[in-house]
């Protein structure tokens, strides 16, 4: 007893010192991702002045641990073209007028390239998301992703209005938040990624191409089913006076019909037959007033044949 003791205090000791050990680097690893993960604004401007990490940027957008991003084209779902700002054509012939804003109306699509032009180092990859000022309004970004290490080029933000207003932003205003990740380590089989901003205007307006003008193709549904709809009533129109048509034409011509059919074969029709049974009534009619017509003169001469003694 006195040799096992001994044993099992010491492994019970090495089993803490484990236990303490493992919290302790658990703790450390911990706060060395946590310090590793996110850059801060202050290493954000160095990796700026370093490496152009981001080039036609604003030092103001480069808040806390995040670089604002902003709009800089508009491309229009479905045809590709670019909004442009500035003067148009009126639709209605009257001179032109000035767009000053974009706008984004309920259900529609905008895809947005930022003004920024990115260049990602070997050791950093980033991700962008949606504002909540625009997200309170209703607008949602789509391609909320991931930039990869050695990106050079711009970003584009695919948008989606679920509100029930229009929503409108201005040139360089703030569209997107974007957040820089430092790798632990550089990839060992790198792939990079550099596109200029005429290339990837073209991919962009290619690719809103295939995006439809609203979510869901919400608009061409309802114009489908509204058509459909138009459709089916004028085939139920044109049914039902096509019917009556039939209906009044047949009641005006089914007495000729039927006098023609009794005439040629003696059949009795529906109609010849309820003039048969009109006539029969008729002249059992007259029969009865004639009947009562003589029991009055009969009446008459027996009261003017009586007695007058026995008629008081």
């Known amino acids: 007893m006195n040799i096992v003791q001994p044993t099992c205090t010491c492994r019970a000791k090495r089993r803490q010192v484990q236990v303490v050990g493992w919290l302790y680097n658990k703790e450390k690893l911990k706060k060395e991702l946590i310090n590793r993960v996110v850059l801060a604004d202050s290493e954000i401007e160095a990796l700026v002045h370093k490496s152009q ?26 045809t590709g073209d670019e909004e442009v700002i500035g003067l148009t054509s009126n639709s209605q012939g009257k001179g032109k007028t000035r767009k000053v804003v ?15 032009y990115i260049k990602m180092p070997d050791n950093i990859c980033a991700t962008y998301s949606p504002l909540y000022r625009l997200s309170s309004k209703g607008v949602m970004l789509l391609n909320a992703s991931i930039v990869e290490p050695g990106y050079e080029g711009p970003l584009s933000c695919f948008l989606v209005n679920f509100s029930s207003e229009r929503v409108t932003f201005f040139p360089e205003d703030d569209i997107a938040k974007m957040i820089f990740h430092k790798l632990d380590n550089t990839p060992v089989n790198l792939k990079r990624k550099i596109i200029s901003e005429t290339n990837y205007e073209r991919d962009l307006a290619m690719a809103a191409k295939k995006y439809h003008q609203t979510f869901l193709d919400v608009t061409s ?17 044109l049914s039902t006076s096509v019917t009556l048509i039939l209906i ?10 039927s006098k023609w059919l009794y005439e040629r074969t003696g059949i009795y029709t529906l109609t010849q ?11 059992q009619n007259a029969e009865l007033l004639a009947k009562i017509e003589e029991l009055k003169l009969e009446v008459q001469k027996l009261k003017s044949t009586q007695v007058p003694g026995k008629s008081k």
């Open 53 to 78: 990490l981001l080039e036609k940027h604003d030092p103001q957008n480069i808040q806390n641990c995040c670089y604002i991003l902003r709009v800089g084209k508009v491309f229009q779902s479905q």
């Open 221 to 237: 549904i309802s114009e489908k089913a509204a058509e459909n709809a138009e459709k089916k009533l004028k085939t139920f129109a």
């Open 273 to 283: 037959r309820i003039e048969d049974t009109k006539l029969l009534k008729d002249l």
């Open 102 to 116: 974009y706008e984004i109306g309920p259900s529609e699509t905008k895809i947005v390239k930022t003004l920024e």
């Open 248 to 257: 009044v034409a047949f009641a005006t011509a089914e007495p000729l019909l």
